[in-house]
């Protein structure tokens, strides 16, 4: 195991929040398909998405993708801006910073009138 | 201070699999790592084999995992990591024995990027002038000991052995810039492969890794943009 | 009786046979191949452009509306506009695309072998452009007044 400096967990992250929203996007592209063949199949399936798992899932799938698309404004911040690099620490930070201040307050809003465990 | 050295062996002659073993020695906090590991082979396991020449910090012969992180063994100080000291070889490359690792593939590497002064024209009466402020452009970059310390921590380069890896691109940063040289077409053709600089995921571990200080994820970044601008 | 020296045991190293594509490849001079720099430029401008599709599509759908509202009629009221439709496609195609070269460079990071490698994006593609067109189909002819499949 190599103990690296956070620019390595954030890398991680964006690998696995990537492959995630891209299996939900799979999963998304078919459901849409639904609404081709008329309102009984895809309200049907839609239904589905009413229940308080898949509404916890839906929070998860914000979550990554707010990590994914503000870890690739720091991304390209270190590409394309000379002292992008020099000031890694920083943008560690407010990469953080700003994904969990999108993503709580987020989760508090869609996640407030969900009935638990129904 | 008594220390617990606890080092990943390997013998190819006898194990199959590469395994701990801990060793309790006395040391200095000042003494270095490299100091312990003398002191674990000269009194109590001769069998211990690792690399060392200078022992202060100039040859990058001892470059290894210590506590989960590459440094080099002659200049981390024992007070500085602690009691509980966990030693392994760098990862990315064949062990060869113990802390020993296969270098081949990786001085391959550095070789192809043509590490030598290109130049055509005929070589001028006095010097090829140079100016200071462009031998500042990639000062940072002529610095490298070839430790390997980078490319062992860089996680492409652990996933695909073929990765050129961050010291190459660095060596080749330090011709690319370089006002004299003329062969900067040769490099970054090399360097356009699919196994070249884009395999760089800007990790930045080699920045954290290097022992010579050098801003290695910033030499790559530039190597990116001269690539893109250049298109 | 003269010192002997031990004989060396056979030593259990082995030389790696393959060689290395860059004692290979580096003498003679090649083309430069631009296609890895493209692609990572493709992610960089796909990606900025995602942040303002992806995010607008976000808000839209979880925050400003949410799963309680969405059903056959709501799509069916957002897509009699063709600037929505336009939108959806674009994001369906920039989205599938950006994911997609993530994906490649997955493969090229952990598949090394030649035959391996060409099979997993073989299949990347066809599972790509598959999604690509099943997604653009649904987006592009709906017409809520065409008669659907028979009622359940």
């Given at each position: 195991m190599y103990r690296g400096q956070s620019g390595m967990w954030l890398w991680v992250f964006h690998r696995l929040t990537g492959v995630g929203i891209l299996a939900f996007l799979f999963l998304h592209v078919a459901d849409t398909y639904l609404v081709g063949l008329g309102p009984e199949y895809y309200n049907e399936l839609v239904?589905?998405?009413?229940?308080w798992v898949f509404r916890l899932a839906e929070w998860l799938l914000v979550g990554a993708v707010l990590y994914h698309a503000i870890n690739g404004i720091r991304v390209v911040l270190m590409d394309f801006w000379e002292s992008g690099v020099e000031r890694h620490t920083q943008l560690v930070f407010g990469t953080l910073g700003l994904f969990l201040l999108l993503w709580l307050p987020a989760g508090i809003f869609m996640l407030k009138d969900v009935k638990w465990f129904a | 201070m008594q220390v617990t050295l606890k080092i990943l062996r390997f013998d190819p002659e006898k194990d199959k699999k590469a395994h701990f073993k801990s060793y309790e020695i006395e040391a200095d906090p000042l003494d270095r790592i490299l100091d312990a590991l003398n002191t674990v082979k000269w009194y109590?396991?001769?069998?211990l084999t690792f690399r060392r020449s200078c022992?202060?910090?100039?040859?990058?012969?001892?470059?290894m995992r210590i506590n989960g992180r590459n440094r080099l063994a002659c200049k981390e100080l024992v007070g500085d990591i602690g009691k509980k000291i966990t030693i392994e070889p760098m990862l990315g490359f064949r062990i060869l024995k113990d802390l020993v690792v296969d270098m081949e593939p990786f001085f391959e590497k550095y070789r192809s990027i043509k590490p030598y002064l290109i130049n055509y024209e005929d070589p001028p009466a006095t010097e090829r002038f140079q100016s200071a402020e462009d031998r500042e452009i990639f000062d940072e970059t002529t610095k490298c000991i070839l430790c390997g310390a980078c490319s062992g921590s860089c996680p492409p380069f652990w996933s695909n052995s073929?990765?050129?890896g961050p010291a190459a691109i660095v060596n080749a940063h330090r011709f690319i810039f370089d006002?004299?040289?003329?062969g900067s077409d040769e490099r970054i053709a090399v360097l356009s492969?699919?196994?070249?600089?884009?395999?760089?995921?800007?990790?930045?571990n080699c920045t954290d890794a290097c022992p010579r200080e050098i801003p290695v994820t910033k030499a790559i970044e530039q190597i990116k943009r001269v690539m893109l601008y250049n298109r | 009786m003269a010192i002997q020296t031990p004989e060396r045991p056979k030593t259990a190293l082995k030389e790696p046979t393959k060689r290395s594509r860059w004692t290979r490849t580096g003498a003679r001079p090649r083309p430069t191949n631009a296609f890895e720099l493209y692609s990572w430029y493709f992610f960089r401008v796909s990606g900025i452009l995602l942040l303002v599709f992806a995010l607008t599509h976000l808000v839209v759908m979880h925050l400003i509306n949410n799963v309680e509202v969405i059903n056959y009629d709501f799509v069916r009221q957002r897509w009699a506009s063709p600037l929505w439709r336009t939108f959806d496609l674009l994001l369906l195609f920039l989205a599938l695309t950006h994911g997609m070269n993530g994906v490649r460079t997955l493969i090229y990071d952990y598949v090394q072998s030649k035959g391996w490698r060409v099979f997993n994006i073989s299949v990347l593609y066809i599972v790509g452009i598959f999604f690509l067109l099943i997604g653009a189909q649904v987006i592009i002819t709906f017409n809520p007044n065409l008669p659907s499949l028979p009622a359940k």
């Open positions: 239904f589905l998405y009413k229940l | 109590k396991d001769g069998t022992a202060h910090g100039v040859c990058g012969s001892d470059a073929e990765f050129i006002s004299r040289d003329q492969q699919s196994e070249g600089v884009f395999r760089c995921r800007t990790v930045y | -």
